[in-house]
């Protein structure tokens, strides 16, 4: 086998097309199921906020009264010791 079939010729003749342009991104069905992920995070942090708030609501937890609650649990537990 001659050596000349392994070499690859390039040809001289200018170029009409110019350089090629690559898409650089996400297209088509990827960014589709992307959007629907990044929209079902937002979703899911939405509602897990607004359970938190309700649950702090219906305990009535505040920092007031989890300070009280500690403070009293303390001086039962001193009262206990003597």
Do not use: D
Not at 16 to 29: A, D, H, N, R
Not at 50 to 62: E, Q, S
Not at 63 to 71: A, E
């Amino acid at each position: 086998m001659p050596q000349e079939q392994y070499t690859h010729h390039r040809s001289t003749m200018p170029s009409s097309e110019g350089p090629q342009v690559y898409k650089v991104g996400i297209y088509g069905w990827r960014k589709r199921c992307l959007y629907f992920f990044v929209l079902l995070l937002m979703i899911l942090i939405l509602v897990n906020l607004a359970m938190t708030i309700w649950i702090l609501k219906v305990m009535n937890f505040t920092i007031v009264s989890k300070t009280l609650t500690n403070f009293l649990s303390l001086l039962r537990g001193r009262e206990r010791k003597k």
